[in-house]
Nanobody, 121 residues
Framework: QVQLVESGGGLVQTGGSLRLSCVAS????????MGWFRQAPGKEREFVVA????????TSVDSVKGRFTISRDNAKNTVYLQMRSLKPEDTAIYYC??????????????WGQGTQVTVSS
């Protein structure tokens, strides 16, 4: 199966930027679809953004449109989340996710361990 390892989280001020990375290992079929979820304190995990194998199709929640950009480098088995204009409400643990889907909407059987993003006021 797939192992997903996130990195790049940290503490930034409101309006700052951060880039998360997720390196996948295992069967490429299992990370054909990749994306990011996040979980803020006291809240359920929320879908954030996804990208298909070719990288030409993406989808995201409205709250991050125009600020977050997902991309991938299949030669490196890596997906990135470039976050800009960060807001305190973006504070969450961000999870890299993947699945063997040709769509942008899951399912998401594989999850990383998460990386903390904290945006201070």
């Amino acid at each position: 199966q797939v192992q997903l390892v996130e990195s790049g989280g940290g503490l930034v001020q409101t309006g700052g930027s951060l880039r998360l990375s997720c390196v996948a290992s295992g069967r490429a079929y299992d990370f054909y679809l990749m994306g990011w979820f996040r979980q803020a304190p006291g809240k359920e995990r929320e879908f954030v953004v996804a990208i298909n194998w070719t990288g030409v199709n993406t989808t995201s929640v409205d709250s991050v449109k125009g600020r977050f950009t997902i991309s991938r480098d299949n030669a490196k088995n890596t997906v990135y989340l470039q976050m800009r204009s960060l807001k305190p409400e973006d504070t969450a643990i961000y999870y890299c996710v993947s699945g063997p889907s040709s769509s942008l909407f899951g399912p998401w059987p594989y999850w990383g361990q998460g990386t903390q993003v904290t945006v201070s006021s």
